[in-house]
């Protein structure tokens, strides 16, 4: 283990993970709880996220109008975000506020869940969800991951459905924050500039009483869903359409190689930016990946013109299969590594930056990599690793399309 | 931290340098002064058309060579077009910085235009307003735009489709000869780089580009629309925004605006945000922000929710933008501006966002000005103030409104 890094356990088994950089002023922290949508029933379907907001409402110490304050009278840019399998409560403040910020965060995580502020604050999901509702790209990555994830826990948006929302009642939600809300799922993560004993010290005692409780259960891999799914929603004036294939998850072997080749084929100066973006065909062509634990996703998408959909549909193929059948050279490979390194060197200067990192490592890897780490993981990324990451990951094949927009694809 | 360094070097380009030498990266702007106010009346989008075309081609380079050799040097490069400027990023190790201007300074000062990427670049803006279709809040501030600021500075970068459909290769090379020379450029750069480093650099790759005299740092004023304006659309969520005038950045009121706009919509305990979304959870976004063409400015607040719950939304956002102005207190303005504050640090930690904070202050200023400087002229503003700041800029005030998506807001 580097030398900036401190990994640590509490009295209650809470783990910490601390990563000090020279240089900097600000210290970013955060409560990472490893529980998201993929661990709701589909009846609670959106419960995870509805409560990372209900954590803002008010804990037996302060409302929620206390909590605004008192983030805000250290500049503690407070935030969260709910994926598939995380729920991560995070800020950045000044070295010197930091206990308070952390104090303040680890209060949250006790929320109490305020009756009177339950149901406006579904009201604020629900317009959260309308919004979604509004972005044909989210419609369509709602609709990539129902569709590939059918009958897992994966399938369903983090948001929920306005459904189940509506439905949720607030002892469902406690039940639920209770069982997950423990030492047993969560991890406190700081960067930046700070002393790691004395962070350990204030965590002890803001946190160290809390009760262990019991680790989530046991999530199930999907099994990858193909075919043809199409939704026509005519008040839309483009095409989305995606080929879904399956890839490596965060802690697999070939990550940084499906990073690699997601960025030779649908990232800035790529083939599909110059073969399809820049022949006119459509405005907006990438390769995105979606990393779980346990599992990944390789997405080729566009938005277009609808006209010009079967046209995508078939470049976004051609262009994987093509990439795929090879020969790739050593300097489109070093050109992508060389743009990942620089990535790294910037982000590596930023406390908020290294944050997200550190969280991500710890959760899917059990410990933090320094930014050195993930620059020599990209450094062995080459053609034979390319070629294993093909054979191992085939995009060529069927994939799963999905097409949305105001035509139904006959390509499809 | 060091101030950042000034000068007029002798090939017409005004260069601020800010040394960090324990950082690991250099990041650059390069502000060509020069945007959709330039474009003929009749040929909206050409200048955005331009800035995305330069790098598609040069005297020695193709497109798709030229941005490998960007790649080579793992330099990662953007552009933007704006108002009044045009932007190029670049951020890479240090020991790359001469390599990166080099390859800048190709293909602002020899584009070639190949007339297939010019074809594209038409057709792919027309892709663009397209999409800008499906994107509510981007047609919302769209219009807005052009309701609060008039028909120059309120021009979309994008065009409109008959505009796009009238340009052709020669009005790119004409607009591109026209608005792109040394006496047009700002470069700002921050990283463990030194003044003299930089500067050699510069005059090396810049001299001798078209006209080196100094222009177009004038100001143009707006022609603000009080109005308001429904445009329909099918959507979930109604969109609403309101526009009033604001300040400069250069006047001495700036940083009041700055403080009422943190105390209205900085923090979480704003009021826009308590009011709006927390007391009576009527939206999930509601903010505020701000916008500078040089010399002028607009304050905007902006809300979505659904079509039952927008008359209520915009009461209490109006009722709020008028009660601050009467029961501000002095907790507030304080958390005001530790939030700018603290936010002022934590930027000084990111070398890209000292760049692009200085590539803003000589867009504005005409010179760097430190954050020092700028935190001290908050630190003397009184709750007084900003409530006389309300009162002349926002009470009785001229408004400028556009609501977008199915129903129209009742009078």
Request: aromatic share 6%.
């Amino acid at each position: 283990m580097a030398d900036q890094f401190t990994i640590t356990k509490l009295s209650n088994g809470m783990n910490i993970a601390i990563e000090r950089m020279e240089g900097v002023k600000s210290v970013a922290a955060g409560f990472l709880v490893q529980t998201g949508a993929r661990d709701e029933t589909p009846d609670l379907a959106g419960v995870s996220h509805f409560l990372e907001h209900m954590c803002f409402k008010g804990t037996p110490n302060r409302t929620a109008a206390e909590i605004n304050i008192d983030f805000d009278r250290i500049g503690g840019n407070p935030n969260a975000f709910t994926s598939h399998d995380r729920t991560f409560y995070h800020g950045l403040a000044r070295s010197a506020d930091f206990p308070k910020q952390l104090e303040i965060l680890a209060d949250m995580m006790n929320s109490s869940l305020p009756p009177d502020e339950f149901d406006m604050e579904k009201n604020v999901v629900l317009e959260e969800i309308a919004m979604s509702n509004d972005r044909i790209e989210h419609v369509a990555f709602d609709l990539i991951v129902e569709s590939v994830f059918k009958n897992n826990t994966l399938a369903w948006p983090v948001l929920g459905y306005d459904r189940t929302v509506k439905a949720l009642t607030r002892d469902q939600m406690n039940h639920y924050f209770r069982s997950r809300y423990t030492p047993a799922n969560m991890v406190l993560v700081v960067t930046g500039a700070v002393d790691p004993d004395e962070v350990i010290a204030q965590a002890e005692k803001v946190c160290g009483h809390w009760k262990a409780g019991e680790r989530r259960p046991d999530r199930t891999k999907p099994v990858m869903g193909k075919g043809i799914v199409q939704k026509t929603i005519d008040r839309f004036q483009q095409q989305v359409v995606a080929i879904t294939f399956e890839g490596p998850g965060a802690t697999h072997p070939l990550h940084d190689t499906a990073e690699a080749a997601a960025s030779i084929l649908g990232g800035g100066n790529s083939r599909f930016y110059w073969n399809i973006e820049q022949t006119g065909l459509a405005p907006y062509a990438g390769a995105y990946r979606l990393d779980f634990g346990d599992c990944g996703l390789f997405i080729l998408m566009a938005q277009c013109d609808p006209q010009n959909a079967d046209r995508v549909i078939d470049a976004l193929r051609d262009e994987a299969k093509s990439f795929a059948a090879g020969p790739v050279s050593d300097d489109e490979i070093q050109r992508v590594k060389n743009k990942r390194r620089t990535g790294l060197a910037v982000e590596g200067e930023s406390p908020h930056h290294r944050l997200v990192q550190v969280m991500d490592d710890v959760d899917y890897r059990g410990e933090p990599r320094t930014v050195e780490d993930r620059i020599a993981a990209v450094n062995a990324v080459g053609r034979e690793s390319l070629r294993e990451y093909f054979d191992a990951f085939p995009v060529d094949g069927e994939g799963l399309l999905v097409s949305v927009g105001p035509l139904q694809s006959s390509a499809a | 931290m060091a101030e950042a360094v000034h000068t007029q070097l002798s090939s017409g380009v005004e260069l601020a340098v800010l040394e960090l030498p324990h950082r690991r990266a250099v990041a650059s702007e390069i502000r060509m002064l020069t945007g959709v106010v330039n474009e003929p009346g009749d040929k909206l989008g050409l200048a955005h058309l331009v800035e995305q075309s330069l790098d598609k081609g040069t005297q020695n380079h193709s497109g798709r060579e030229l941005q490998d050799a960007f790649d080579e040097i793992g330099s990662g490069v953007n552009s933007w077009c704006g108002k009044q400027s045009s932007g190029f990023t670049s951020l890479c190790l240090p020991e790359y910085f001469g390599r990166s201007m080099e390859l800048h300074s190709e293909f602002l000062r020899t584009p070639t235009f190949p007339q297939e990427s010019c074809d594209v670049a038409i057709e792919l803006a027309r892709q663009e307003l397209m999409a800008l279709e499906d994107d509510a809040q981007g047609l919302a501030d769209k219009h807005i735009g052009m309701q609060a600021m008039g028909p120059l500075l309120g021009r979309h970068t994008i065009g409109e489709t008959d505009t796009l459909a009238t340009i052709t290769r020669d009005d790119f090379e004409s607009f591109w000869r026209s608005n792109y020379c040394s006496g047009r450029m700002q470069v700002s750069v921050a990283g463990p780089m030194s003044l003299a480093q930089v500067q050699d650099v510069i005059e090396k790759q810049f001299s001798g580009f078209g006209d080196q005299s100094q222009t177009h740092r004038d100001s143009i004023p707006v022609e603000f629309n009080p109005v308001t304006t429904h445009h329909h659309k099918e959507t979930e969520q109604e969109h609403m925004v309101i526009a009033l005038r604001g300040v400069p950045k250069s006047e001495a009121d700036y940083s009041t605006a700055r403080l009422l706009m943190g105390v209205l919509a900085g923090g979480m305990s704003a009021r826009l945000f308590t009011e709006v979304r927390e007391k009576l959870g009527l939206v999930y976004w509601v903010g505020g922000w701000q916008e500078h063409p040089r010399g002028a400015g607009l304050m905007y607040f902006g809300a979505s929710t659904t079509p039952e719950r927008c008359a209520k939304t915009y009461e209490t956002m109006l009722a709020e933008l008028v009660r601050v102005g009467v029961d501000l207190t002095q907790e507030e303005v304080d958390r005001a501006r530790t939030g700018i504050e603290v936010r002022s640090d934590i930027r000084g930690d990111v070398t890209r966002a000292l760049c692009s904070e200085m590539a803003d202050d000589l867009m504005h200023f005409g010179q760097p000005v430190s954050r020092a400087l700028k935190l001290e002229r908050l630190k003397n503003i009184s709750v007084g103030d900003v409530k006389q700041f309300c009162e002349k800029y926002i009470k009785d005030a001229p408004r400028s409104v556009v609501t977008l998506g199915p129903k129209a807001l009742e009078s």
